[in-house]
């Protein structure tokens, strides 16, 4: 992937392997390959989501692929009922909750399933669910990196490594 370049200078012993990217993580991660899959991850933190083909009971719903792999949500969208949502029915796509609330990107790195290191960013969106830009956050987020390591300690045991985690009012 293009993020390689970044890494071309770092000393790195032969048998560490460091995933650079997503399809990286997930062929050298197979025991966590599971948080790749957006409605795994929805269910189990409680969220009533579904595979389109089950109706929601419920709108408005966000619909989104469960699988993300390079392609930065192609066909995401807000679904406001169920005539909306017959029309939309897609294809590997899923529903759920539409969260509000602040947008973060959390980096962390993981050591046998406990958060040693957070850093977090925001940002600034232009639609259709893209960003014109980050803002890297100097400051803590205390209360966010409470649930978020309470989280990952529960879901990622034996964990060790990098892990990116997009949030939207506290809800990975």
Known sequence: PWRHQYFEQ??????????????????????HRWVFDKLQLALSQGLDAGPHGLMP????V???PIFNFGGMGAGSRIIASAADYQRHCTP??????????????????????RVAWTRHATGLPTGDGMFDYWTVHAE???ALDA???AWIASKLAGYTGMLNLETIGGTV
């Open 140 to 142: 803590a987020m205390p």
């Open 92 to 113: 590997g796509h899923l529903w759920m909750p539409l969260l509000h609330g602040a947008h973060v990107s959390t980096d962390a790195a993981v050591i046998d399933g």
């Open 62 to 64: 966000f619909s989104k």
């Open 57 to 60: 009971q419920r709108f408005p």
């Open 147 to 149: 649930k978020l390591s």
């Open 10 to 31: 770092v000393d790195c012993p032969d048998d560490v392997f460091i995933p650079a990217d997503d399809p990286e993580a997930w062929a050298w991660n197979p025991t």
